[in-house]
């Protein structure tokens, strides 16, 4: 039998479970503790800030008094409500699933999240180590990954916040779309977004000479201190400057980000401050976090087929006899599968046939 | 490899001029019903064009050439990196010539693009029945099924022969070259140089 003390945990995890720990780990060794809610909460909670959620819509139904609840469509909200303004800061990372409706059926899906959120603290030092965390977290999938980083503060500067094509105007950003913004007067200063060098640092010239006027100078000197971190943490090839990240502009204040892996048509990962959701709740202060999409990364991460140390092709019709021998196997440690037919074999490192007689033999395959 | 959903028919046939001009093979490209291609480092994949938005949200093509109506009806979740000009047509409400909307009924509208049609009256607050069909709208005001239609219009012959006249103008459609939006964050370069081989800035 397995002993605990013997047992070979990397061996009996999936690929997803290992990046899902060392996910996990990274962000204990920067200080988040789990954070733990439960699967439905009053709906009340969500009705208030619907417009923070990007699906509108959750599973509800009434508990024993008459409560409405709500199976949650988001964790973000419910960490915040246990924040403590006058707390320092706070720091957590979840791994929860939300209810959201979506696809082409618009049917509810369970969506599997893992993400942290760091509450409080200066305006500084948080998004800094949060940005840094999502690009060390899209390098743990082991795949080449990009984090395109834009702002919701700068956008707000170039566009009227009260103007009635504004969300128009930011669905044409969303999608570089130049040819239909630069046809709209209002949408000629967003066009010119849209075109940056695929270098950040680049980038950030091209906009500090092309915007000198728009005075988003506190805006780029932010942006410009996450280009030099990731680029002395060896990422200035992965990280872009991108606007046409572009999260809910009535939640999110700052720096917005999302995050690609080579190989997955979507987007992995979404983040940015959220400020705004904050001061909406009653708990003015400094917020930023991001999720991870682990279905979106799944497409990756699917496992090999199970291997196993050895197979038993079995003739025995004694079933007390067979489990004998695959005890004889199991307690020394050997991961073991039972075969009747030999077509429907895996390949093993070790291969046996239980005879008819009862007899354990080992076959050598070429 | 750069992976370019094209679609079929008319527009496709008009994308690939586009290709040859730029300087890329195509030879034999529209007379051949083979649906995978292969030019030089690209692969052309030929695909239905309500179909092409779908390829590329889903990143099995990394960029596609489609027409804007197909973009408004869907609104798949892709980059529209550049109008292309080419296959400019018209999104418009017709109607039987002399027809005259009262706004004393239910309005009912037949379509082949439901999604578009449901949000332009919806924004005008106009209480429609929209009625989805998958081809020949126009006969629909004809036989009774409808009061309008929304479709696309290029020339016009075909609702003038129809006894139907363009009442109101949606949007200007012309085909637009998309782009997968992570396929757009890993290979930018080949889609720039595809994009400067065109010169269509």
């Given at each position: 039998m397995w002993h605990g003390e013997n047992m070979n945990y990397e061996e009996v995890l999936s690929r997803e479970d290992r990046a899902v720990i060392a996910l996990k780990a990274l962000y204990e060794q920067y200080g988040?503790?789990?954070?733990?809610?439960?699967?439905?909460?009053?709906?009340?909670?969500?009705?208030?800030?619907?417009?923070?959620l990007t699906a509108e819509t959750a599973i509800t139904f009434p508990d024993s008094r008459g409560r409405l609840m709500a199976l949650k469509p988001d964790v973000t909200i419910?960490?915040?409500?246990?924040?403590?303004?006058?707390?320092?800061?706070?720091?957590?990372?979840?791994?929860?699933?939300?209810?959201?409706?979506?696809?082409?059926?618009?049917?509810?899906?369970?969506?599997?999240?893992?993400?942290?959120?760091y509450l409080g603290g200066n305006r500084e030092y948080p998004q800094l180590e949060v940005l840094l965390l999502a690009m060390k977290s899209l390098e743990i999938f082991g795949r080449e990954g990009v984090l395109a980083v834009g702002h919701m503060g700068l956008l707000r500067k170039l566009i009227d916040d009260m103007a009635e094509d504004r969300d128009e105007l930011l669905g044409l950003l969303r999608r570089k779309n130049a040819h239909d913004l630069n046809a709209k007067e209002r949408g000629k200063v967003l066009a010119s977004l849209i075109e940056l060098p695929a270098d950040p640092v680049e980038a950030l010239e091209y906009l500090a000479d092309t915007l000198r006027t728009h005075g988003i100078e506190r805006e780029l000197d932010e942006l410009r201190t996450v280009v030099r971190l990731m680029a002395s943490h060896g990422y200035r090839k992965r990280v872009r400057i991108d606007f046409s990240v572009i999260h809910n502009?009535?939640?999110?204040?700052?720096?917005?980000?999302?995050?690609?892996?080579?190989?997955?048509?979507?987007?992995?990962?979404?983040?940015?401050?959220?400020?705004?959701?904050?001061?909406?709740?009653h708990k003015p202060a400094k917020a930023i976090g991001f999720a991870i999409y682990l279905d979106e990364v799944m497409s990756i991460l699917s496992s090999e087929p199970q291997q196993v140390d050895a197979v038993i092709l079995n003739y025995c019709e004694d079933m007390d006899l067979l489990f004998e021998a695959v005890d004889q196997l199991t307690s020394k440690g050997m991961s073991v599968r039972v075969y009747e037919d030999p077509a429907e074999c895996i390949p093993s490192h070790k291969a046996y046939i239980f005879s008819r007689e009862a007899v354990l033999k080992e076959v050598h395959r070429a | 490899?750069?992976?370019?959903?094209?679609?079929?028919?008319?527009?496709?046939?008009?994308?690939?001029?586009?290709?040859?001009?730029?300087g890329f093979d195509c030879s034999g490209f529209n007379g051949t019903r083979k649906l995978i291609r292969q030019i030089g480092s690209m692969q052309i994949i030929r695909v239905k064009p309500s179909d092409v938005a779908v390829y590329v949200e889903h990143g099995v093509a990394d960029v596609g050439i489609v027409g804007k109506d197909i973009l408004m009806e869907t609104e798949p979740d892709v980059f529209e990196l550049r109008d292309l000009g080419f296959g400019a047509c018209r999104m418009a409400v017709a109607a039987p010539e002399g027809f005259r909307d009262q706004g004393d009924m239910i309005l009912k509208v037949a379509t082949k693009y439901p999604h578009v049609a449901t949000k332009y009256f919806g924004a005008k607050n106009r209480p429609t029945e929209i009625i989805p069909l998958n081809g020949s709208i126009e006969i629909?005001?004809?036989?009774?099924?409808?009061?309008?239609?929304?479709?696309?219009?290029?020339?016009?012959?075909?609702?003038?022969?129809?006894?139907?006249?363009?009442?109101?103008?949606?949007?200007?459609?012309?085909?637009?070259?998309?782009?997968?939006?992570?396929?757009?964050?890993?290979?930018?370069?080949?889609?720039?140089?595809?994009?400067?081989?065109?010169?269509?800035?």
């Open positions: 988040y503790r789990r954070f733990r809610i439960e699967k439905f909460e009053p709906y009340d909670l969500y009705r208030d800030n619907k417009n923070f419910s960490i915040v409500r246990s924040f403590d303004p006058q707390d320092i800061s706070s720091k957590w990372h979840y791994t929860e699933s939300v209810f959201r409706r979506g696809g082409v059926s618009e049917e509810f899906r369970e969506i599997r999240q893992i993400g942290i959120e502009l009535d939640y999110y204040n700052g720096l917005v980000f999302q995050g690609f892996l080579s190989g997955v048509p979507k987007v992995v990962l979404n983040g940015g401050r959220y400020d705004q959701l904050l001061e909406k709740m | 490899m750069l992976k370019i959903a094209v679609p079929t028919g008319r527009m496709g046939e008009a994308a690939v001029e586009v290709f040859e001009r730029a629909a005001p004809l036989v009774g099924l409808s009061h309008v239609i929304v479709d696309i219009v290029e020339t016009g012959t075909t609702l003038r022969e129809n006894g139907l006249v363009i009442v109101e103008v949606i949007a200007e459609s012309s085909a637009r070259f998309i782009a997968n939006q992570a396929s757009y964050q890993f290979k930018r370069d080949e889609i720039e140089k595809l994009l400067s081989a065109w010169r269509l800035r």
